[in-house]
């Protein structure tokens, strides 16, 4: 699994984005870096101005590998630049989106925030609010340590305004022992896998572990079935005119997604568990199945459930016959982006230099690599990573295209009216009609 495995990797994660930037619209690797290198600013001196920079990220979970990551590289920057104070604004997801939403309102963007690709991050652009990152990736060969074609999620007119820190698949984790336990196989359709959650909750286990608070996180597994009774590209065909939301495929998505929630799959009041909480009932075994990015794997790696090669993982399987498993959902990753108006943009500009250049080295450290969005030329096996972790690496060659998600595709008011439509699915159950209506109403209104 050396470096012939990460550097096929990059290739074959390079041919899945061009299938799924066609999906983005606004948007017009290399070694993992050293500890070397600065921005150009005075941050790059020992002796440089005296700064504190916020730094508002979502890694707010102690027992992800990337929450200790993070404060290493933190430490190890204000150690050797004394005049420098980051100071870490740790939320999860859906926290964060709505309080930069009200500090970009007010122009007062923290000095690093984080953003989402594509369609989230066109209004932070077209609101002026982030500094180009362009001369900064090329002065330092930053941009040579990233995989080909992800930077492209993040650009507009040119410049280049975020570095991600992932490049992600969705798929299915899975408990081998409480599958045992139930009597249950690792599902091949998507029909066996309500099957299978109606057997696991008949043996009082939790099927499937979701933080659905979060709204994007059932979105996320909705969209998944949707790609396989439609295949690649509904969304964009509804953008181009050449689909509506009132699309059989769609509405056939929406009736199984509901499949899924009407056995039972889901814990108890889904809604009520963010994304933390709903993924550790998964990372501490009380559950059964966890739909989510490759980006879970490093706090699964790391969880006490994985003990004695305990976790496995699936491809998204077939609905009702139709779809191909190897086409997957895409995630290129949350980045982060640096405030135009920053007080100290040059210290910034340094110390995310700084960051970026050390996150694939201590993130493979803490077995935290998988789905990066940096090239890593090391040997994860030979590193103690877990079967899981390499049967996930194993996935990414499989990648034959698919899409992303609906929020990074769609513009923010229809998005949001998604969000809260797929959400209201764990609640009750609803006719799939009425959902398409809602979905097509809102993409009208929203696109006039």
């Known amino acids: 699994m050396a470096n012939k495995t990460t550097k096929t990797l990059s290739v074959l994660m390079a041919g899945a984005l061009a299938v799924g930037l066609t999906?983005?619209?606004?948007?017009?690797?290399?070694?993992?870096?050293?500890?070397?290198?600065?921005?150009g600013?005075?941050?790059?001196?020992?002796?440089g101005e005296k700064a504190t920079i916020t730094f508002q990220n979502i890694y707010p979970d102690s027992s992800d590998p990337k929450y200790q990551m993070i404060r290493t590289i933190v430490a190890n920057y204000e150690k050797d630049h004394p005049n420098v104070k980051i100071e870490l604004d740790s939320l999860n997801t859906d926290q964060q989106k709505l309080k930069l939403k009200t500090q970009a309102a007010s122009k007062e963007v923290p000095d690093i925030t984080i953003v989402n690709p594509a369609a989230q991050m066109q209004p932070f652009v077209e609101a002026d609010l982030f500094a180009p990152l362009n001369e900064m990736v090329e002065k330092n060969g930053l941009k040579d340590t990233f995989q080909e074609g992800i930077l492209d999620y993040y650009t507009f007119d040119?410049?280049?305004?975020?570095?991600?820190?992932?490049?992600?698949?969705?798929?299915?984790?899975?408990?081998?022992?409480?599958?045992?336990q139930a009597g249950v196989e690792v599902p091949t359709t998507f029909e066996g896998m309500v099957e299978a959650a109606k057997t696991l909750k008949a043996a009082g286990?939790?099927?499937i572990a979701i933080g659905e608070k979060d709204s994007w996180t059932g979105s996320f597994l909705f969209m998944n079935v949707l790609?396989?009774?439609?295949g690649p590209g509904f969304l964009q065909d509804v953008a181009d005119g050449n689909k509506t939301f009132e699309?059989?495929?769609?509405?056939?998505?929406?009736?199984a997604f509901q499949s899924l929630v009407q056995a039972g799959a889901f814990q108890e009041g889904a809604t009520s568990f963010d994304y933390n909480a709903g993924e550790n009932l998964f990372k501490t075994g009380k559950a059964a199945m966890y739909y989510m990015g490759s980006w879970a794997t490093g706090g699964i790696e790391t969880s006490e459930v994985n003990k004695d090669d305990n976790i496995g993982v699936f491809k998204f399987p077939t609905v009702n016959g139709k779809g191909n498993p190897d086409e997957f959902m895409l995630a290129p990753g949350s980045a982060f982006a640096v405030s135009k108006h920053s007080k100290h943009l040059d210290v910034t500009l340094d110390f995310l230099n700084y960051f970026m250049?050390?996150?694939?080295?201590?993130?493979?450290?803490?077995k935290g690599a998988v789905g990066v969005a940096q090239t890593i030329e090391e040997d994860f096996a030979a590193a103690g990573y877990s079967n899981m972790a390499i049967q996930v690496l194993d996935l990414f060659k499989d990648v034959k295209g698919g899409d992303i998600s609906f929020d990074n595709t769609m513009n923010p008011g229809t998005s949001q009216v998604h969000l809260t439509s797929i959400q209201n699915l764990f609640v009750s159950k609803k006719d799939a009609a009425d959902v398409?209506?809602?979905?097509?109403?809102?993409?009208?209104?929203n696109n006039k």
């Open 23 to 39: 999906a983005c619209g606004g948007n017009n690797g290399g070694n993992t870096g050293t500890n070397e290198g600065a921005a």
């Open 41 to 47: 600013g005075n941050g790059g001196d020992k002796g």
């Open 158 to 180: 040119g410049n280049l305004y975020a570095l991600p820190d992932g490049n992600n698949i969705g798929l299915v984790y899975y408990n081998k022992a409480l599958f045992k």
């Open 205 to 207: 286990i939790t099927p």
């Open 227 to 230: 790609l396989r009774t439609n």
């Open 247 to 255: 699309d059989p495929a769609f509405a056939e998505a929406v009736d």
């Open 357 to 366: 250049q050390n996150y694939p080295i201590e993130a493979f450290k803490v």
């Open 436 to 445: 398409a209506k809602e979905h097509q109403k809102a993409f009208e209104e």
